[in-house]
């Protein structure tokens, strides 16, 4: 029995070699649609990238890129989405690093799972070393200030020409622009 088991392993190791690399592509991403079926972590970016959320402490989003000879050379890894912009890119290099290494040593397979998975059970691992992204903060604090004043009497462009459209061309208010409030007030003390 376990000779007939080692037959058919070096038999589908052997169709494997022999595969295109688009189809053994196409063959990844039948494994890898059918075991993350449901799972919202998991993205089909495009024919040949992936994305999965890695959740956490500090969850981060990993992407994978497969070049057109994957899975003979590795794929490319890659942190720098929009969600991760709160990680400096040491920290990023030092992820993409560990998990190249897991790559490089399973070259010449499908390594995307094991990828995603060897990320999941590191997670805490890999994120614990994180520092914040400083932001930039400004020196001068009444600069700020000024400019709060500004953004607080700025008119849109609406309000401009509707206050354009009210006064004539010597910037008078025409003739009448208060009749309205006339009549309110007649017709309140009309009955008294």
């Not at 969850?59 to 890894?77: M, N, T």
């Amino acid at each position: 029995v376990s000779v007939d088991l080692l037959i058919l392993s070096l038999d589908y190791r052997f169709k494997l070699s022999v595969m295109d690399p688009k189809e053994e592509q196409d063959t990844e991403w039948e494994v890898l649609l059918s075991i993350y079926e449901g799972d919202e972590a998991f993205k089909k970016v495009s024919a040949a990238r992936l994305q999965y959320r890695i959740d956490g402490v500090k969850p981060f989003v990993l992407e994978i890129d497969w070049p057109a000879d994957y899975p003979s050379v590795p794929p490319v890894i890659s942190l720098d989405v929009f969600f991760n912009s709160y990680i400096c890119e040491a920290d990023r290099r030092t992820v993409r690093d560990a998990l190249m290494e897991v790559a490089v040593e399973n070259q010449g397979m499908a390594v995307s799972f094991t990828l995603i998975e060897w990320a999941k059970d590191h997670a805490d691992e890999l994120t614990s070393r994180f520092t914040e992204k400083k932001a930039e903060v400004k020196e001068d604090d009444e600069e700020e200030e000024r400019g709060d004043d500004k953004r607080e009497n700025a008119l849109s462009k609406a309000a401009k020409r509707k206050m354009w459209d009210r006064v004539n061309t010597k910037g008078e208010q025409e003739r009448g622009h208060d009749w309205i409030d006339i009549l309110k007030h007649l017709a309140q003390t009309r009955d008294t």
